[in-house]
């Protein structure tokens, strides 16, 4: 069985709570990717939450709010389901529909 490890990204760009939503958004295009982890520090890497294309579509754009100064933190989705890089995909994969 395929493991997390096999379709994960091993080091990821992150942002902090006190990042901005326009850095969020400048790292989603430079690195082609829809989400960003939200970490304590950018050394540690402990994550506190995500920001996603979809939290800045619709908290953002849609609320007419100014990226440039509204903080990551506030529109971050907190405590996001994670999974280990030994986890099975299929285990990961039907724990993240059960907790849709």
Known sequence: MKKCREVMTGDPVCCVP??????????????NIGSVP???DRHGKKLLG??????LALQ????????GTTKA?????????TC??????QTAWMRWRSNR
């Open 73 to 81: 933190q506030n529109v971050m989705t907190r405590e996001p389901l």
């Open 50 to 55: 995500i920001g996603t294309d979809g939290d």
């Open 38 to 40: 939200i970490c304590e």
């Open 60 to 67: 953002i754009v849609a609320e007419n709010r100014d990226a």
């Open 18 to 31: 006190a990042d901005t939503v326009a850095r969020i958004a400048k790292l989603m295009k430079t690195e």
């Open 84 to 89: 280990r890089a030994d986890d099975d995909l």
